[in-house]
């Protein structure tokens, strides 16, 4: 077996060090659809290796194990029976993952989906625990709760509802899924998953940044609104915690982000070679394969 099979599962931990990076650079609607389509071809490519890597148990099994001893044919060594064997096990445990996130995810959705028939786009919930988030769905519409409504003024109100506005429009949602999904198969990509979540609040208030026309007040909103929605629950999902706020708000005191697209050349580069490497694996395990046939 090529060595180059092993190379896509160690390119998903490059990935998540330099995720961090990536969230610097250029906008973040850029960064993140570049993240999320690299993390995306990570966890493919290191759930392709995973496969190739289990598919070497099929040796063992006959009519091919029974030309192990065969005085004429000398089929190629291919990996250790016990490396196989934990292939396949964190292949089953990745697709497991990947089950309870999915199910997690769409329970949320149908639960917020019950609480109200929205009205003009808009569910307010007569709930204390201060709460807005962005409920997708044909149509989406947003849903925000009394405790939420009495923490901010008429102006921060407006904010928080340009801001999730932003991700009904932009179809966050389905961005943050796309990382969670290759979090699930590859733990490695745990650190991106988190980061791209970062990246669509930072998306969002920087579109409810250019909606509204003061910064400042935007900063203040948000600043408000996550620390209060901050622990568990759908706002988790969609990023909105303490830690991640701090960072937000700096961002938006800093001015406007520079749309450089040449910032974003390095995670392209670690896209293009996962995919390379990936294909050299492939190239390779059907080389291995002709033999055993």
């Given amino acids: 077996m090529t060595v180059a099979v092993y190379l896509p599962l160690l390119l998903a931990p490059l990935l998540a060090l330099a995720a961090r990076r990536i969230s610097t650079r250029g906008t973040p609607d850029l960064a993140a659809r570049a993240l999320v389509v690299a993390a995306v071809v990570a966890a493919a490519a290191s759930t392709w290796s995973l496969c190739l890597l289990a598919l070497t148990l099929l040796d063992d099994l006959p009519p091919l194990a029974a030309l192990d001893d065969h005085p004429h044919i000398e089929l190629p060594e291919p990996v250790p029976g016990p490396i ?21 995810r769409l329970d949320t959705h149908r639960k917020l989906r019950e609480v109200a028939t929205p009205h003009a786009g808009l569910v307010v919930a007569d709930w204390e625990e201060p709460l807005a988030v962005a409920v997708p769905g044909r149509p989406g519409h947003l849903l925000i709760t009394t405790g939420m409504l009495r923490l901010l ?110 910032r974003l050349l390095p995670p392209i580069l670690l896209t293009g070679g996962i995919l390379a490497t990936t294909a050299v694996a492939t190239t390779g395990f059907v080389n291995l394969a002709r033999a055993w046939l």
């Fill in 84 to 104: 196989a064997l934990t292939a396949a096990l964190f292949l089953m445990w990745g697709l497991i993952r990947l089950r309870a996130d999915l199910r997690r």
């Fill in 153 to 262: 003024d008429d102006d921060e109100r407006r904010v928080v509802y340009a801001h999730e506005h932003a991700h009904l429009a932009y179809r966050h949602h389905r961005l943050v899924a796309w990382t969670a999904a290759a979090a699930a198969l590859n733990p490695l990509l745990a650190e991106v998953r988190e980061t791209a979540e970062f990246l669509v609040e930072r998306w969002a208030d920087e579109d409810a940044a250019t909606t509204i026309g003061d910064r400042a007040l935007v900063a203040q909103a948000v600043a408000r609104a996550s620390l209060a929605t901050s622990g568990s629950g759908p706002t988790t999902m969609l990023g909105m915690h303490g830690g991640a706020a701090v960072h937000r708000v700096r961002a938006l005191a800093g001015g406007a982000p520079s749309p450089q697209r040449s």
